[in-house]
């Protein structure tokens, strides 16, 4: 445990989710001291056996340094406004990953704007609960600040700090243009991968049967808490429509167009056009670090299914100097072997698996 240095020295969690309780962790290493609220008794109990923290009730200590309510963004507000009133804490923040809706209703039931700065660490996994909590999900990730005019320098100084002692990087931005920005690369793919994933559930056996890496990648994400995502995208449901509606225009042309060129009409290209296109978006999404996009070079290797593998495979990495950047492994159908891809840099992909044949792996 490093102690921690700052001003905030205890913290009232109001959520024992995932981020709720991954926020109580990471904050238990750094030495703050954390209380626990959640209307869920076995949630709450959990978590504190997990070691988030301790059990905490209105008006049995004065007030913490800081409150964060990690609650769906339609309950924000009205958390806000009951903690406010039992002073609760110094400072104010919420999790949900929706700004404006939780802002708009603060100010419509009368809190106190000044002590309530709005955030939104962009981190997740798609197992939910406490269970799924871990210290270090929010290391090198972004941690959205959307203050409010009247949010005080001192609360934005509070909030900063419990992204610091969380490990992750501040970015602060407008709440309307924070919602735009998740409909874009969180919100929208996630009802367009539960749309390729709902194909699956009339599937046949034989299709199944076939499906490999590309499905999965495509669909992983559809696998979250549907309850949790209904109220994530009602609280955003003007800007993930809009992105869902040009979504479904790019795929109604090019189903057209695979239509007609089944028929023998007209040519294919629209479809080219759209493939290049999701080519260049991808080329856009930030790399390491949150750097420039960057090409890696793959290294594809055949292990056996048996524990350590995976082990073994880093320390020859390890020997030799080269830096796994990604990894994937696909299981092989009815066999006991995986195909592993390690994303490396180009410059180090001949020496890597020249490595790797000397130490006896199987490398196409």
């Known amino acids: 445990m490093t102690p921690n240095q700052g001003g905030i ?19 238990r290493r750094r030495g703050v001291r954390v209380y626990l609220v959640d209307r869920d008794p076995g949630a709450l109990r959990l978590a504190r056996e997990l070691g988030a923290g301790e059990e905490w009730h209105p008006g049995d200590r004065g007030p913490v340094d800081l409150a964060v309510i990690a609650v769906p963004p339609q309950f924000v507000a009205h958390e806000l406004l009951g903690l406010q ?28 704007l000044t002590t309530y700065v709005p955030g939104h660490p962009l981190a997740g996994r798609e197992r939910s609960g406490p269970g799924a909590a871990r210290a270090d999900l929010f290391l090198g990730r972004p941690w959205a600040l959307c203050p409010a005019p009247e949010s ?18 501040a970015v602060t931005v407008d709440a309307a243009e924070h919602d735009e920005a998740v409909a874009v690369i969180s919100h929208a793919p996630h009802v367009a991968s539960a749309a390729v994933a709902a194909r699956l559930a009339e599937a046949s056996e034989t299709a199944l049967g076939l499906s490999g890496q590309g499905v999965r990648d495509v ?20 800007p993930v429509a809009a992105i869902l509606e040009a979504v479904a225009d790019d795929l109604a042309e090019a189903a057209r167009a695979l ?9 294919i290209e629209p479809v080219t056009e759209l493939l290049h296109r999701g080519a260049a978006g991808t080329g856009r999404i930030p790399g390491k670090h949150g750097g420039p996009a960057r090409r ?6 055949v292990i056996g299914d048996r524990p350590g593998e995976l082990a073994r495979l880093f320390q ?13 492994l696909e299981h092989v159908p009815g066999l006991p072997l995986g195909a592993v891809e390690l994303s490396v840099q180009p410059t180090a992909a001949a020496v890597f698996a020249a490595a790797l044949r000397e130490h006896g792996w199987q490398v196409p």
């Open 9 to 27: 020295t205890s913290v009232v969690i109001v959520g024992t989710g995932l981020i709720g309780t991954s926020a109580a962790l990471a904050l």
């Open 85 to 112: 009133k039992n002073d609760a804490a110094r400072w104010y923040t919420d999790v949900a990953s929706v700004k404006a809706l939780p802002l708009a209703q603060a100010v419509q039931l009368g809190c106190d």
């Open 152 to 169: 005080a320098p001192e609360a934005v100084q509070a909030v900063l700090e419990l992204v610091a002692l969380c490990g992750a990087n």
């Open 219 to 238: 669909t992983r994400i559809a696998a979250s808490d549907p309850r949790l995502w209904t109220g994530i995208l009602s609280g955003n449901a003007g």
């Open 259 to 267: 239509r007609e060129f089944a028929a023998g009409g007209a040519a």
């Open 296 to 301: 890696y070079e793959v290294v594809q290797v």
């Open 316 to 328: 020859v990495a390890e020997q030799v100097g080269v830096s796994i950047e990604d990894v994937r």
